[in-house]
């Protein structure tokens, strides 16, 4: 084993997207009602609990709060965690309307 | 200068993993193999050997430990027996997926149900597709030199190594043992050099998922599809046998003890039987051996030390001109016959040796296996193979009615 192979084993440079667009597994899609998400409501960095939940690590904290959709996969732990009620699942047909 | 001690199995392996310079230990107690782990930690507790050792709740852990340590660059060693090897049976396939040359020992011991902490080989053959090269050790030098000998051939082909021995017979057998020096060794056994180095500055996500086809990673280099990364494991053991065979040759060079690479004999030239057998059951055999030559049969041994990767070939020439073969072990595949008879028909298939093979199921937890019994055995098979026999299955010393 002189040469070395890159592909010994998996590995590779943990990159977004590793997986695939993953967000294809989605049935529920989360939809955030600015007028109720509290960063939003008080234009300035709050809250944020829906960024923390994520298991995806595919929630921004900004202002609005942004939710990458090609990775998200619909879980609605964000929608759960939420103390405003500001995040609803909506099934995936609807949500492409 | 030799330093021949008398010691047990279990502290022979002890020594091989001192000697080795292992950096990460970790294990869990089971009975036959704690006095393994024990002896280590021992030596760990009073700075006699440079390792961390690392206490966990299961075997599964323990597994999952050897695999991290491994993964960052460590030389890792662990011990088990039956139950403990069972439940690290998933992290067996991630330690060999990963390409990481983990020696580990396994005392041989029966498996429940129901609960028998004694003798067979049961354990370890239940693993035998996990990817794993094992090696099954005769007496208390060969587990010595085995273990060291594993680490220079795992991190060469980079493949986990299972040196195997019988629970009780050999780990708590005492037997004079050669103890190498410890500069010939490190002569012998050069450091380790991981197949990937980590650190923070250039992470690495480690087996990521993989899918069915080869594609590019985020970086662009592409990748190996799931199966071409199992041909490549399958290959590596493939492979292995010149370098299992290149090392036993290099080491009894330097150490003067040859124990046989992937396969040894004993008394076959003119043999008219030919004993099968791994490990301590096969040392048996030789004795039985001398007993059926005294009496007029000329009966020979084959000890398959290397039971994966199979030694294909080496099977094919050693039983070549038998007009008999007889396998005795320690284990059953339910349903079918012993492990070790089915690879040796396998082995001989499509080469025109047409010898019958006939098999014992001997010693299964614990029960004693005597060389005049062996001897009795090959006896009443031979008859059987006059009377027309070509395969049979027989339980030694067994109430089968």
């Not at chain 1, 590793?18 to 294809?24: N, P, Q």
């Not at chain 1, 929630?59 to 965690?81: F, H, M, R, W």
């Not at chain 2, 009780?168 to 050069?190: E, G, N, R, W, Y």
Request: glycine share 8%; with cysteine; aromatic share 8%.
């Amino acid at each position: 084993m002189e040469t070395k192979d890159d592909n010994l084993s998996a590995m590779c440079k943990p990159a977004v997207g590793e997986a695939g667009r993953t967000g294809d597994w989605r049935d529920a899609t989360p939809v955030i009602d600015p007028t109720k998400c509290i960063a939003s409501v008080k234009n300035r960095p709050a809250c944020y609990l829906c960024w923390l939940y994520c298991p995806e690590g595919i929630v921004t904290a900004a202002v609005p709060v942004k939710i990458d959709l090609d990775y998200c996969k619909g879980c609605g732990i964000c929608a759960e965690e939420c103390p405003s009620k500001a995040i609803t699942m909506v099934m995936h047909e609807e949500a492409v309307k | 200068m030799s330093n021949v001690q008398i010691i047990t199995g279990n502290s022979a392996a002890a020594y091989g993993a001192k000697l080795a310079k292992v950096q990460v230990v970790s294990a869990y107690p089971i009975t036959p193999s704690t006095s393994v782990t024990e002896t280590i930690a021992n030596w760990v507790e009073r700075g006699e050997l440079k390792a961390e050792y690392v206490r966990v709740e299961s075997e599964h852990s323990v597994m999952t430990v050897c695999i991290s340590a491994s993964t960052v660059g460590a030389r890792v060693f662990t011990s088990t027996s039956s139950h403990g090897l069972l439940y690290m049976h998933e992290q067996l396939h991630w330690a060999a997926g990963s390409r990481l040359p983990i020696v580990m020992c396994c005392i041989n011991r029966g498996v429940g149900a129901p609960w028998s902490i004694f003798n067979d080989q049961q354990d370890s053959i239940s693993q035998r597709d996990t990817g794993w090269i094992q090696i099954y050790c005769r007496d208390n030098q060969e587990i010595l030199d085995s273990v060291i000998q594993a680490y220079r051939i795992a991190e060469e082909v980079y493949c986990p190594i299972m040196v195997c021995y019988d629970g009780f017979v050999l780990s708590h057998t005492m037997m004079p043992v050669d103890i190498p020096d410890a500069d010939q060794v490190c002569q012998f056994l050069p450091p380790y050099k991981p197949h990937t180095i980590l650190c923070p500055e250039d992470p690495r996500n480690i087996n990521p998922v993989i899918f069915p086809w080869q594609r590019r990673d985020a970086e662009g280099v592409l990748r190996d599809g799931y199966m071409d990364m199992r041909w490549k494991l399958q290959h590596a053991l493939e492979e292995s046998r010149d370098v299992i065979v290149r090392t036993s040759r290099d080491y009894a060079e330097l150490f003067g003890r040859e124990h046989g690479g992937l396969l040894w004999s004993y008394r076959t030239d003119d043999a008219e039987v030919l004993i099968a057998g791994m490990g301590s059951i096969a040392t048996e055999a030789t004795t039985a051996a001398d007993l059926l030559r005294e009496q007029g049969i000329r009966a020979g041994v084959v000890g398959v030390r290397v039971y994966r990767p199979f030694p294909r070939a080496e099977v094919r020439e050693a039983f070549r001109k038998a007009p008999a073969i007889v396998v005795f072990e320690k284990n059953i595949s339910y349903g079918y016959e012993g492990a070790l008879c089915a690879d040796i028909k396998a082995a001989l298939y499509g080469t025109g040796i047409d010898a019958p093979v006939h098999n014992f199921i001997a010693g299964l937890g614990g029960r004693d296996v005597k060389a005049g019994e062996l001897a009795d055995a090959v006896r009443s098979s031979l008859t059987a193979i006059t009377a027309g026999k070509r395969e049979q299955q027989t339980w030694l010393n067994c109430v089968t009615e």
